[in-house]
């Protein structure tokens, strides 16, 4: 397949297998780790790892696995070899259940976005919830994020999301589609819940001096959706997107234009990832020497 026309679903084109996979110097010694999920093929995780496992010299390469059933391939990991995986969606909660061993941060958030391999065991852990932190505290000049945050979603990320804000000791307002799914987090968490509608606007401008978008709407290739459709911003919130593709979504842009501080989920993605390398190799990301890009730099 060339670049921009795939011949069949998960042909990588030449160039990539060459750059980015180092094909041609894998043998029978590398090493193997990937990502699984359904899809997986838009994964900018290859872009981060491989790299960074070539800085090093690490005979290894990160693959994506398009897999449906998770079961299936930590069953074959042992075959294949695979020492790591990172988990996305939609495999991240009910991987949980099918581990040698779970970290404490896993058990409390209910999902795990990264498997380690060790003497045939499997054993999960959680990145995103440190990865977030780090990610937002970067924001804010004293590095703690505000008292009062509100959090956009109530799915997956909502959950890791909300680990971190409370665990900093923020008050947090969840705001989703579904009030019953929020609900579930309420009881968990002690949020504050509220429809993601016109009627919230009032108690999101209490606690808006961050928001943290973290549904699905504005992502590729629901770029055209905004999620606060309804909510005008007056500049003084901070307002993080989760999403990175496309690299500004319709609700950063209105944000941005406003005058807010934004961020989109780009280095919460490389945070997390940062976590994971060290977890699957044992030694630190070389972030002097790799600087990933995110999808849209290179086009
Ligand atoms: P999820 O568990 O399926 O949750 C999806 C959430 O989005 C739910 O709250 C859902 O509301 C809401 N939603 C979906 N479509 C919507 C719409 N049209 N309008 C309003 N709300 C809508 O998904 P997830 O695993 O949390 O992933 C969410 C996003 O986070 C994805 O875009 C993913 O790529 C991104 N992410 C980024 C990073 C990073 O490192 N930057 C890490 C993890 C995930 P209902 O409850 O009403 O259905």
């Given at each position: 397949?060339?670049?921009?026309?795939?011949?069949?679903?998960?042909?990588?084109?030449?160039?990539?297998?060459?750059?980015?996979?180092r094909y041609r110097r894998i043998g029978e010694n590398t090493r193997i780790f990937g990502v699984i999920g359904d899809p997986v093929m838009h994964s900018r995780s290859p872009w981060i790892h491989n790299p960074a496992f070539d800085a090093l010299g690490?005979?290894?390469?990160?693959?994506?696995?398009?897999?449906?059933?998770?079961?299936?391939?930590?069953?074959?990991?042992?075959?294949?070899?695979?020492?790591?995986?990172?988990?996305?969606?939609?495999?991240?909660?009910?991987i949980t259940d099918l581990l040698s061993s779970i970290d404490e941060t896993v058990r409390e958030v209910g999902s795990c976005n990264t498997v380690v391999r060790r003497n045939g065991r499997l054993d999960g852990y959680n990145t995103d919830v440190r990865g977030f932190l780090t990610a937002v505290s970067r924001l804010f000049a004293d590095g703690a994020p505000p008292r009062r945050t509100t959090v956009v979603g109530a799915g997956g990320t909502a959950r890791a999301v909300l680990h971190a804000l409370t665990g900093a000791g923020c008050e947090v307002l969840v705001v989703n589609r579904t009030v019953e799914r929020a609900r579930e987090l309420a009881e968990r968490y002690g949020c504050l819940v509220a429809p993601l509608s016109k009627d919230s606007i009032g108690l999101l401008r209490s606690y808006s001096a961050l928001i943290v978008q973290t549904t699905s709407a504005g992502m590729?290739?629901?770029?055209?959706?905004?999620?606060?459709?309804?909510?005008?911003?007056?500049?003084?919130?901070?307002v993080f997107d989760v999403?990175?593709?496309?690299?500004?979504?319709?609700?950063?842009?209105?944000a941005r234009e406003a005058g807010c501080v934004t961020s989109n989920g780009w280095r919460m993605l490389l945070e997390q990832a940062y976590l994971q390398f060290e977890l699957f190799t044992g030694g630190k990301y070389p972030r002097e020497r790799v600087a990933p890009t995110p999808p849209h730099v290179e086009g």
């Amino acid at each position: 397949s060339d670049a921009d026309a795939q011949a069949a679903p998960g042909h990588i084109d030449p160039a990539t297998l060459c750059d980015v996979y180092r094909y041609r110097r894998i043998g029978e010694n590398t090493r193997i780790f990937g990502v699984i999920g359904d899809p997986v093929m838009h994964s900018r995780s290859p872009w981060i790892h491989n790299p960074a496992f070539d800085a090093l010299g690490i005979d290894a390469v990160y693959v994506p696995f398009h897999v449906d059933d998770p079961r299936e391939l930590l069953t074959a990991c042992a075959d294949l070899d695979v020492d790591g995986l990172s988990v996305t969606i939609p495999h991240k909660e009910r991987i949980t259940d099918l581990l040698s061993s779970i970290d404490e941060t896993v058990r409390e958030v209910g999902s795990c976005n990264t498997v380690v391999r060790r003497n045939g065991r499997l054993d999960g852990y959680n990145t995103d919830v440190r990865g977030f932190l780090t990610a937002v505290s970067r924001l804010f000049a004293d590095g703690a994020p505000p008292r009062r945050t509100t959090v956009v979603g109530a799915g997956g990320t909502a959950r890791a999301v909300l680990h971190a804000l409370t665990g900093a000791g923020c008050e947090v307002l969840v705001v989703n589609r579904t009030v019953e799914r929020a609900r579930e987090l309420a009881e968990r968490y002690g949020c504050l819940v509220a429809p993601l509608s016109k009627d919230s606007i009032g108690l999101l401008r209490s606690y808006s001096a961050l928001i943290v978008q973290t549904t699905s709407a504005g992502m590729k290739p629901h770029d055209d959706l905004d999620p606060l459709w309804f909510y005008d911003f007056d500049g003084s919130e901070t307002v993080f997107d989760v999403i990175y593709a496309p690299p500004e979504t319709l609700l950063l842009s209105r944000a941005r234009e406003a005058g807010c501080v934004t961020s989109n989920g780009w280095r919460m993605l490389l945070e997390q990832a940062y976590l994971q390398f060290e977890l699957f190799t044992g030694g630190k990301y070389p972030r002097e020497r790799v600087a990933p890009t995110p999808p849209h730099v290179e086009g």
